[in-house]
Nanobody, 124 residues
Framework: VQLVESGGDLVHTGESLRLSCAAS????????IGWFRQAPGKLREGLTC???????YYADAVKGRFTMSRDNAKRTMSLQMNNLKPDDAAVYYC???????????????????RGQGTQVTVSS
């Protein structure tokens, strides 16, 4: 099983960034997939989730700024992040989990598989 993220970078406030994730070694089509992040000293935050049938969920903190997509044929997912803020700086992880659940405006993180993460830095 492997999930490999790419696209992390240093950007300035207000700029955009696109993250990608390539998956292998498991039944990608059968899983909900999503992105979560973790900044130093903070809890993990579940940001986005797409179910196996294509329903998409966004955390309140990123709704309207982040857009997630999945391509089952290519076994890839992407996260387009616009209007980035310093609070968005974190290590971003892609993950595969049984389903998508939201609690208190955040995606519940309950992955079976996740990647190693890619660093996003946002300077003010």
């Amino acid at each position: 099983v492997q999930l490999v993220e790419s696209g992390g970078d240093l950007v300035h406030t207000g700029e955009s960034l696109r993250l990608s994730c390539a998956a292998s070694g498991f039944s990608f089509d059968d899983y909900a997939i999503g992105w979560f992040r973790q900044a130093p000293g903070k809890l993990r935050e579940g940001l986005t989730c797409i179910t196996s049938d294509g329903t998409t969920y966004y955390a309140d903190a990123v709704k309207g700024r982040f857009t997630m997509s999945r391509d089952n044929a290519k076994r890839t997912m992407s996260l387009q992040m616009n209007n980035l803020k310093p609070d968005d700086a974190a290590v971003y992880y892609c993950a595969a989990q049984p389903g998508c659940t939201m609690v208190a405006g955040w995606i519940v993180i309950g992955y079976d598989h996740r990647g190693q993460g890619t660093q996003v830095t946002v300077s003010s």
